[in-house]
Every structure is written in structure tokens, then in C-alpha cells.
């Protein structure tokens, strides 16, 4: 065989295995690689979405703190409050307690001054009596002088 005919089957061979190859064989790995850069790019897209969901979540997170922080410092100020209002409630139920302690001790020593005094009017007047009686040693008519000695009484 001559050189020529050699060069002419081998093309012939050549574009036979190209069209083989390009009919058999280049469509699926074609196909894979298409798929496979589909996939690609459906797998970044899918990481860049859970990114922005990341993202949004984190952000959500951050305002769901930020409200509890605020509700838990609203909470403690309002318990703050109520301590502090059940303490001078309490100051004042005391102090409203002593003043009617007071007020009673003030009553009671009133009641105890006027019995003492009365007592004393009565001592000084039987003494004035006895005193009386030793004075004039002569007939006292009690029934007589009641209404001096009564006069007496009230006048100390």
C-alpha cells in the first residue's frame, strides 16, 4: 500500500472514531458534566441561601435577646418597685402603729394622772379633816361641813 491510501484510510478511520465519539460518546459526558455543573450550582446557591437564612436567624436571635434582655430589665424594675412600695407600706403601717401606742400611752398616762390627782384630793381632804377634828378637838358635825369639805375637794 502506498503512502496516499494509508493517509486516506486513516481519515477515513479518524472521522469514522470522531463521529462514533461524538454520537456515542461526547453526549454523556456531556450530560455528566452539565449535571454536574447543575449540581454545582445548585449546591452554592443552596449554601448562599442557608447563609442569608444564617444571617436572618442570627438577626432574629439577636432581637429575641434584646427583647428578653428589655423584658427582664422591665421585670426587675417592676419588682423593684413593689419591694420598695411593700417597704414604706410597711414603714407607715408601723409608724401609723407606734403613733396609736403612743397615743394610747399618752391616754392611758392621762387616765393615771387624773386617778392619782383624784386620790390625792381625797388624801389632802382627809388629812384637812383629821387636822380639823385635832384643831377644834369639839364637836364636828360631818354631815354639817360635807358640802365645805366637798368644796375643798374640788378646789385642790
Known amino acids: 500500500m502506498s503512502i496516499t491510501a494509508t493517509l486516506i484510510v486513516q481519515i477515513v478511520v479518524f472521522f469514522l472514531l470522531a463521529a462514533f465519539v461524538k ?3 461526547w453526549p454523556p459526558i456531556a450530560n455528566a458534566l452539565d449535571e454536574r455543573a447543575k449540581k454545582v450550582a445548585e449546591g ?14 442570627d438577626k432574629r436571635v439577636e432581637q429575641e435577646l434584646a427583647k428578653s434582655r ?16 411593700i417597704v414604706e407600706d410597711a414603714k407607715s403601717r408601723a409608724t401609723e402603729e407606734g403613733n396609736k401606742i403612743v ?3 399618752k391616754v392611758e398616762a392621762d387616765q393615771q394622772t387624773v386617778r392619782a390627782r383624784e386620790q390625792l384630793r381625797e388624801q389632802v381632804a ?9 384643831i ?3 364637836e364636828v358635825n360631818a354631815s354639817v361641813h360635807a358640802d365645805l369639805l366637798n368644796r375643798l375637794k374640788t378646789e385642790l
Open 23 to 25: 454520537t456515542f460518546v
Open 70 to 85: 428589655a423584658e427582664t430589665a422591665q421585670m426587675l424594675a417592676d419588682a423593684e418597685r413593689r419591694a420598695q412600695s
Open 44 to 57: 452554592l446557591a443552596a449554601a448562599d441561601k442557608a447563609k442569608a437564612e444564617l444571617q436572618a436567624a
Open 126 to 134: 382627809a388629812l384637812a379633816v383629821k387636822g380639823a377634828e385635832q
Open 103 to 105: 397615743a394610747a400611752a
Open 136 to 138: 377644834l378637838r369639839r
